[in-house]
């Protein structure tokens, strides 16, 4: 579903010297120290990058880097008139400003349905048939996914063989007939091969299918779902999933969604899962590993699935056990959870962060042993169900819309679900604001995607803000926001206008001091 356009052309093409910078990330931040990987080292709150070393043992192979297709998508509208150019290919980019690579223009995808049979007998190898239904935005027929380092065998449009071609990073296809504007199409693409995770640029590091000994599971942010399935990769074009996993019998598949089919038959355990809610794609998941699902009563009115590695579930409470408190205090503050059912994945490898996977957050196994440190995070994720899963960022220059809501409701969570003095809350979020003032929350760079700044001065400016509207304002923007842009992205430009109007004040300065690398400012009210 494609919600809006984004940045033009021209900013695109001014971008793409920023791109070059892309794999280039500071090792020294990242240090792969096992001491600072582990949550009760860090403070209290790890989902801080800033705290936590990167996973140092992933293979890395970053993707070349295309340069912007601009060429396709100025053309007249009006084809009619001129059928020798009837031939319409599709843009290779939304334009996202700092990731001028990503995503594809021309089509609207409404369902992928992924039937994977994974194989994780030493390297994993994936066998994949995509079904994408999608429709035109314009008469293309030639259009592109993100895809790298998967090799298509075919590709059918509905139910006719096209040519399609392969660069690094896209899948191009090539279609007898234009797409019919507005009316589905339906594209299968059969692939193969051995997924990898490529360096993401970021302080996160490597992102994509990772294959480790224990399990294997795909860490998508921010654009690391093209490393598993063809897809239209940026949050712009949100879409429901249908995932069908086939794994060897004695493991499980897990992905994002509702399980609504499970059997084992010669050998293979098949697991079916379906997000009916539309998921940006860096919010997809699959992970393949011994899991054990346990529900949970439901807290909130909300059902809890959570898949957790069978080694963990004896200690798996004790650092879980508040997640229907939670939603307790989240449903009341934020409005209804916005997906059929909630859950983590726990998956038995050793990285850094937690990720907030569509219905169903994503955990490394290092973090959990049951002593409950890692609260923090457990609220965080949560709280990106609603801020960053229902709605997401426009762009990803947007990224404090995620990062800086689910840090300040950890601090929500601390106030309202367990009484903690919001004196104390105040002053914690001026200090660790203070100690992380730059880059600019509000444009922070794609290589500081998650830098520090993006989470705490982020965090502080929405307490900021709610000092200067008082409660009520503040929550019913926060209520409004999800509201109005569930199901969908929205921007900061939003945000500001839509606290603009709910208030009648004024606040572009407000927030050009809170989310630019000037000064912080002091907490008034
Ligand atoms: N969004 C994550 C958080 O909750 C951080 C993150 C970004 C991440 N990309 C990732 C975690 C990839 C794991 C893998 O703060
Ligand atoms: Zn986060």
Not at 27 to 41: E, L, R, W
Not at 194 to 200: A, L, R, V
Request: glycine letters at 12%; proline letters at 6%; hydrophobic letters at 35%.
């Amino acid at each position: 579903m494609i919600r809006r356009v984004a940045p033009v052309v021209v900013s695109a093409l001014i971008v793409v010297s920023c791109s070059s910078g892309i794999g280039e990330f500071d090792q020294s931040v990242t240090g792969s120290d096992p001491s600072t990987t582990d949550p009760s080292t860090t403070g209290t709150s790890t989902t801080d990058p800033s705290t936590t070393g990167a996973s140092a043992n992933a293979t890395s192979t970053t993707p070349e880097r295309e340069t912007v297709t601009t060429t396709s998508t100025t053309r007249p509208d009006d084809v009619d008139a001129a059928p020798a150019e009837a031939v319409r290919v599709g843009g290779q980019s939304v334009g996202d400003p700092y990731y001028p690579e990503l995503g594809n223009t021309g089509y609207d995808v409404s369902n992928y349905r992924l039937d994977l049979t994974i194989d994780t007998a030493g390297i994993d190898t994936l066998l994949g048939v995509a079904t994408i239904d999608l429709s035109g935005t314009e008469p293309v027929s030639t259009f592109s996914f993100d895809l790298v380092g998967l090799t298509v065998e075919s590709v059918t449009i509905d139910g006719r063989e096209v040519e399609f071609d392969q660069t690094p990073t896209k899948l191009v296809v090539e279609s007898d007939r234009p797409l019919t504007v507005g009316t589905t199409d339906v594209v299968e693409i059969t692939y193969s091969g051995t997924p990898m995770p490529f360096d993401s640029g970021t302080r996160i590091g490597p992102i994509g299918w990772f294959d480790t000994v224990a399990v294997s599971v795909a860490v998508g942010e921010p654009s690391g779902a093209r490393t598993w399935y063809p897809v239209n990769d940026h949050p712009t074009d949100k879409a429901t999933y249908l995932f069908r996993l086939d794994v060897p019998e004695g493991l499980l598949g897990v992905a994002n969604g509702v399980l609504t089919e499970r059997s084992t038959e010669n050998g293979r355990t098949v697991t079916q899962w379906e997000m009916r809610q539309p998921m940006a794609s860096y919010l997809a998941t699959v992970s393949v590993g011994d899991y054990q699902l346990i529900d949970s009563e439901p807290g909130a009115g909300v059902e809890v699935a959570d898949a957790v590695p069978t080694r963990l579930v004896d200690v798996f409470e004790g650092d879980f056990g508040l997640t229907d408190e939670m939603l307790v205090v989240f449903t009341d503050l934020f409005g209804p959870y916005p997906f059929d059912e909630y859950g983590v994945l726990v998956a038995d490898a050793d990285f850094p962060f937690a990720l907030e996977t569509q219905g169903r957050s994503l955990f490394s196994g290092g973090f959990v042993d049951g002593d409950g440190s890692i609260e923090r995070i457990v609220a965080h994720e949560l709280a990106h169900q609603w801020f960053g899963n229902h709605v997401s960022p426009e762009t990803w220059v947007d990224i404090w819309l995620n990062e800086g809501f689910a840090t300040y409701a950890e601090d929500l969570w601390l106030e309202f679900g367990r009484g903690v003095g919001l004196g104390q809350l105040e002053t914690r979020l001026a200090v660790r604001a203070t100690e992380a003032p730059a880059p600019a929350p509000g444009d922070p760079g794609p290589g500081d995607l998650f830098a520090p700044s993006v989470y705490r001065r982020g965090g502080a400016t929405l307490h900021a803000l709610r000092l200067e509207l008082g409660d009520d304002t503040f929550f019913e923007l926060l209520r409004t926001w999800l509201d109005r842009f569930g199901g969908g992205v929205a921007s900061t430009d939003d945000f500001v206008a839509l606290a603009e109007e709910l208030s009648g004040e004024e606040l572009d300065g407000f927030f050009d001091s809170w989310l630019g690398a000037g000064p912080i400012p002091a907490f008034s009210g």
